[in-house]
């Protein structure tokens, strides 16, 4: 693998030399390249952009995607919603059922902030009293198996129980693309929403909103639009991570997100520790291409062979010995920065902390 990071890494390395390790670093540059990136690839391939912040959890980067153009952004949790509309958004969608009546009480409450509001739902029974003016985005399963009824007959039965005048339009989240080829579930995210389109069309249904999304199928966002696609959802692409690198949707120079991480042990000639473990570099997925649970910066023959909570098992040779710092890209970049109180920005101006203000589950 060619490494061209080095610029991040000795950015990340000196803003951090006073700071206790581990530490989550952004370089601010490649981070904007992949706002813009995005927003070029939607606004060319006559998308709507409308990002999952779930990635970030910042109040800063959200406002960054707006004002790249995004028309709205995509939460995961009502605590997200929350916050991304205190930082100004004006139209979030929650791509979760609201169920429970905790949940329904805080989304009256935002509802009543005047927001356009949807939420996500594969049960009619949940739209009934759902607050005034938020609407219903229908989940459709293309192939994850996830939340989301099965394209075409099914979805059109179903979504026939919602209260008129609810339905705002049909989405789905192509999460195969990280266990099957990116192409495919491209394919399998956008026919799936088009045949159930048709279907309700058919039926007298109007349907507004078809939206899809995920980093490793965003590359297809034209032929998603020639589809009848109307709206794409990337979430990871912001940071990057080494899962979206072994996937071939993004370069290693594309990754922004980094920890730093200090060598604490080599108690073998090719076995050395870090002090970066579940609590700092998340080992909730990774792709079967990547070997490891992310990349080391300037030592592309290193592999992260194990994980424990303040513990990394790297394997393989290398010209580092203990107190020596690295800069690891994990393999996934949302779980990973939820992890961190705030990142620390590097590569654009003065170093400065941004906090993940929407990260937890309170
Ligand atoms: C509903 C939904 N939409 C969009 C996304 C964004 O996908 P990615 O993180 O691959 O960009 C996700 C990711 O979990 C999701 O669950």
Known sequence: ML???????????????????PVAVVEETVLERNLARMATLARDSGLKLRPHA????????????????????TAATLHEAEVFADAGAGDIFIAHPPVGAAKRRRLAELAGRGLRLAVAMDDAELARDLPAGVEVMWEVDTGLHRV???????????????????????FTHAGQSYAVERALAARQEWEGLAESAARLRADGIE??????????????????AAGGITEMRPGTYVFGDANQVALGA?????????????VVATPERERRVLDCGTKSISADSRVQALAGWGFVLGHPDLRIERLNEEHAVVLGEADLKVGDRVVVIPSHACTSANLHPALLFVGAGEPR????????WN
């Open 353 to 360: 902390w941004e906090p993940v203000v929407a990260r937890g």
């Open 3 to 21: 490494d061209t990071s080095a610029g991040f890494a000795a950015q990340a390395l000196a803003a951090t030399a006073d700071l206790t390790t």
């Open 250 to 262: 993004q370069q290693l120079e594309d990754c922004a997100l980094g920890v730093v991480a200090t």
């Open 54 to 73: 779930k990635t970030h959890k910042s109040p800063f980067i959200a406002r960054r995607q707006l004002e790249h153009g995004a028309v709205g952004l």
């Open 148 to 170: 989301g009824t099965a394209p075409g007959e099914a979805t059109a039965r179903a979504v026939a129980g919602l209260p008129e005048g609810r339905l705002r339009g049909l």
């Open 207 to 224: 349907v507004g909103e078809l939206s899809v999304g995920s980093s490793p199928t965003a590359a297809w966002a034209a032929e998603a």
